[in-house]
Every structure is written in C-alpha cells, then in structure tokens.
C-alpha cells in the first residue's frame, strides 16, 4: 500500500496552503533477489523493499491575474535501502538491505503571463540527502537545479517554446574518490503549430541546442556493484532534432 494525506486550506482567495504526507516502496528487482552467476553482484532473496515516508508543507499565492508563486518545503526518510554490500561467509557482494537515508529540500517556483501571448515560468530546487552510516552526502543527485521557460505564441496557433535546464555538481556516493560531476545546462527550443491541417497539429523539438557535453554520474570502482564500471560517467544526447506529428479523427 502507498498512502497518502493531504489537508488544502484555502487561506485567502489568493492564498493556497497544503500539509501533506505519502508513504511508498521499492520492491526489489528480480537481479537483487535471485542473481547468482555473478560473483559480483549476487541477489538476496530475504530483502525487504526499501520504504519512503515523506512530509511537505506547500503554499500558493496568485498576487494577480498575471502572476503566481509557489513554496514548497519537504523531508524524506528512505528505510531498508538496497545497495550491494560485503557479504562475509561468501566474500563477494550481495544484495542487502544497508541503512536509512534521510533527506530535505525546498522548491520555489515563479509564473508570469504578461500578455495573453507570453508566459514565463521559472523555479528553483534545493536538496541534500545524508547516508545516516556514513553520515556524508547519499551523491549521485544535485544539490541545485534551476529550470526556465519562455512561452509566445507570435501567430494565432503558433506556439514558440524555449527552456533553459542547469544541473548542479552532483557528488559522488562513499567510497568513490573520483570528482564531482560538473555541473551543465542545456537549451531546448520548440515550435508547435495548431491545425496545420483540420484537426492535425505538428512539432518540432531541438534539444540541447548548443550541443553541451552533458554527463550524469556513472557508479565508481569502489561503489557497491552491480552495474560496471563507467569511467567518464554516462554520457546524454548531443544536439537531437525530433519531430511530431497528430491527428484527431
């Protein structure tokens, strides 16, 4: 069961104040259950899912017609989490529920339509999470991250988006001695037009527009396997054009 509670007070007419609590899990995979030709990474089939329960307090302010902002504050606890550990009678790594996780963060987000034809719209993300063994950082995650758009629709049904995604650095779990991953931000542009024929609307999407050399973290040497080892990290698309194309009958 994942429950969930929310209590949504409406403080004003402008002002929209939210308590909320959820609980979820992550039952194991069928590797971390069950893999045994791998010396390195062998399953367990006495784990127990790793457990959340988190508590956020939020709140809305619509100042006017044209803009709005938003706070959000939350904590975290994740129980049981999985990760591949010693196993001693054996000698190799084993599936294992290892120890808690515990986290915070705060969330600020911004909307503004000056016109009826253009919206902005930005935030802001906050966190940091600590492994209670080793009582470093849990890596492998920002502790910032900012993200903005900008909406215009210059034609009636021609809609002209562009956003902008930074990345913090992002350390590394214990025990892997490599550098922070640099931080990076990307440039996406999108053009969308309503019924370019009835009841047909077609998109085109550039990401990563200036072609940045963007990586996430790969798991290091001395991480708790299964997954090998990458040195230069997992490396994200280049610039990438797509298309899209729908039609409603």
Known sequence: MNPRLALVWATTDTITTKLLYGSAFRAPTIAELFVTSNPMALGN????????????????????????????????????????????????????????????????????????????????????????????????????????????????????????????????????????????ATLDVVLRKANLLPNMNVMMTMKNVMDEDVREPSPGATYPFPAPYVPNDFPLAGRSLYGEVSYAF
């Open 45 to 184: 089939p006495d784990l127990q899912p790793e457990k959340i329960d988190t508590y956020e307090f939020a709140f809305s302010h619509q100042l006017d017609p044209t803009l709005r902002y938003s706070a959000n504050l939350y904590l975290f606890r994740i129980k049981d989490f999985i990760s591949y550990a010693l196993d001693a009678p054996s000698g190799v790594q084993q599936a294992q529920n290892t120890g808690k996780i515990d986290g915070k963060g705060v969330e600020f987000e911004l909307e503004y339509a000056p016109f009826n034809t253009v919206k902005l719209l930005a935030n802001y993300a906050y966190q940091e999470a600590e492994d209670d063994e080793s009582k470093q950082d849990a890596g492998e995650a920002p502790n910032h991250q900012v993200y903005a758009r900008s909406q215009w629709e210059f034609r009636p049904e021609w809609l002209l988006t562009a956003q902008v995604n930074w990345i913090g650095r992002q350390a590394r779990v214990s025990g892997d001695t490599r550098s922070k991953v640099d931080d990076y």
